[in-house]
């Protein structure tokens, strides 16, 4: 998973490559405030209630999940769940052929598992 920094070397990266085309260059430190402002602003609209859409990739939409009646796992009571608003993306038809289209990369080697521990220690001797 890219992180917001990784995002903002790889936007970088781009631009200095297209730096003959007209495009003035920044620096890594700039870039990565162009990036963290266009996630802010995306975060800003979900928090008003607004979707956003990027073209080539998608929407991200806000829905109002209605209030629920729930089930406590542990107690099997129920749980009343209010009202809340969620954020859902929807890729464009552009993203979803280029998916399509991508090879599978190999799954990651699962991670060991820790050795569980005995219940109980040594018994002393007397």
Do not use: C, W, Y
């Not at 809340?84 to 991508?102: N, V, Y």
């Amino acid at each position: 998973m890219l992180s917001l920094a990784e995002i903002a070397k790889e936007v970088h990266l781009r631009i200095d490559q297209e730096e003959a085309a007209g495009i003035p260059t920044l620096t890594k430190s700039g870039m990565f405030e162009i990036v963290k402002s266009v996630f802010d602003v995306i975060s800003m609209a979900a928090v008003t209630g607004e979707g956003t859409s990027v073209p080539k990739f998608g929407k991200f939409i806000v829905e109002v999940k209605a209030a629920r009646t729930a089930r406590n796992p542990k107690t099997g009571e129920p749980v009343e769940i209010p009202e809340k608003l969620a954020i859902k993306f929807r890729p464009s038809s552009t993203l979803r052929l280029a998916l399509a289209e991508a090879d599978l990369p190999d799954a990651p080697a699962p991670k060991p598992k820790a050795k569980a521990k005995k219940k109980g220690g040594k018994k002393k001797k007397k």
